[in-house]
């Protein structure tokens, strides 16, 4: 079957057919952690507390760990809707900071768990080289994510020669705080023409005042004073903005990747959603830590933390005023930019027969499908015309969940 022109769900046989959704914002080894860091270590806990607990379960990754840990989040997200997923992937070492034989042993384990589910995969390995704003050099716990320009642009090469119909190479920018300016200049002059740039910008206050301190303005309105910023990068987060940098985003024709759930995980603050609609913005959603795979929630709560503050309803509309139609528009038009897969075939079937889409109409099956509950309607999905979700399931889920499982254990005995 083509791609539906429309993202909207339309009306196929005994389902609901509506394109797959892309994940723009995926840390595939914190599947492994989701759940494990939510007891109280320090009455200030905070994003910065929480990253000690990460830091201690990247220590602990090894090529065959990071296979079965994104193998099992991957079908997670087939089995959710996700069928592109942009991979910000930073463990790239060994533990002891020194390279793999092949130094991109870490990313092909990625790529091969992409290859053994089926989902489409932009894989940005991540430019980490500092410890903070000041240049100070990466700590003990960030060895394994740390590169020189020249060894990253050969890192970025030997994945971009791999590229096929399901594999996209890009650039992750770690963050302002981890990339100095002058090796961020050298990365973006040595890129391709259209290759998808991500960047992790704005998530803490902590980070804007850092960055207010030592570049003199706010990350957001440096990052768009001073790098190319075009329809082709990914800001990720992009939680504190003043209305300047709204602007100054939707103008760009960047996307924000919002990862609504991770953002509320972590205390982050919240996205000025209906100021940067109002813009004329574009935007997607990400799953992020992976304490929830799933587009529904994210959408929901994307929606839900607009209107908490907000004290109103129905706050994410214009291209429908239906809040589902609005939000799986937005997706779906940032998609193609975003992952560097300007096209895909790739499509979803939801049940029709679930009972909360009982009479459900096109005008309202995708308000129904976000906002009626959590039992998963999922019955399809399928990528690059390979089936590789019926019933519910994954085709390779029991094995996969079964590898996934003996590995947790023993990460978790180390
Ligand atoms: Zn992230």
Redesign the pocket.
């Known amino acids: 079957m083509p791609e539906p022109a429309s993202p909207q769900p339309i009306r196929a046989g005994d389902g609901w057919r509506l394109p797959g959704i892309a994940n723009l ?1 995926s ?1 595939a080894f914190q599947r492994a952690m989701a759940g494990l860091a939510e007891r109280r270590t320090d009455p200030a806990d905070s994003f910065w507390t929480w990253r000690e607990t990460m830091y201690r379960f990247a220590e602990r990754m090894t090529p065959d760990a990071l296979h079965a840990v994104a193998a099992q989040v991957y079908a997670e997200m087939l089995e959710a809707g996700y069928t592109r997923v942009c991979e ?1 992937h930073y463990v790239h070492h060994r533990p002891d900071g020194l390279p793999y034989d092949d130094p991109a042993e870490m990313s092909l384990a990625l790529v091969a768990a992409a290859r053994e589910t089926g989902i489409r995969l932009t894989l940005l390995p991540v430019l980490y080289m500092a410890g903070g704003f000041d240049g100070r050099p990466l700590s003990a716990r960030q060895r394994r994510f740390g590169h020189e320009v020249d060894a990253y642009l050969r890192l970025f090469e030997a994945l971009r020669a791999r590229e096929d119909e399901t594999l996209r190479a890009g650039v992750a920018l770690h963050s302002l705080r981890a990339v100095p300016e002058a090796a961020m200049r050298e990365v973006l002059a040595a890129l391709p023409a259209r290759t998808p740039v991500h960047i ?1 910008i704005a ?1 803490q206050v902590g980070e804007v005042q850092d960055c207010l301190a030592l570049r003199g303005a706010r990350p957001v309105a440096w990052l768009l004073a001073n790098a190319p910023v075009d329809a082709h990068w990914t800001l ?2 992009a939680t504190h903005l003043d209305e300047a940098e709204i602007a100054g985003i939707a103008r760009s024709g960047a996307v924000v990747a919002l ?1 609504p759930t ?1 953002e509320a995980n972590l205390g982050d603050g919240l996205f000025p959603l209906r100021a940067f609609l109002d813009a004329g913005g574009r935007w997607g959603v ?1 799953s ?2 992976q304490i929830s795979v799933s587009p529904v929630e994210e959408l929901r709560w994307l929606e839900y933390g607009q209107r908490l503050v907000a004290r109103r309803r129905n706050i994410a509309v214009g291209a429908s005023e239906s809040v589902g139609q609005t939000l799986l528009a937005g997706v779906a038009e940032s998609a193609g930019a975003a992952t560097g897969f300007d096209e895909s075939d790739d499509w979803l079937l939801l049940d029709a027969d679930a009972p909360v889409l009982a009479g459900a109409t096109e005008q309202d099956v995708a308000d129904r499908w976000i906002f009626s509950g959590n039992r998963p309607l999922l019955r399809e999905a399928h990528v690059g015309g390979r089936r590789v979700v019926a019933e519910g399931r994954h085709l390779l889920a029991d094995a996969i969940a079964a590898d996934y499982g003996a590995t947790l254990r023993r990460l978790l005995a180390a």
């Open positions: 914002h840390h910000f992790h998530e990720v987060h990862c991770t990400g992020d830590s």
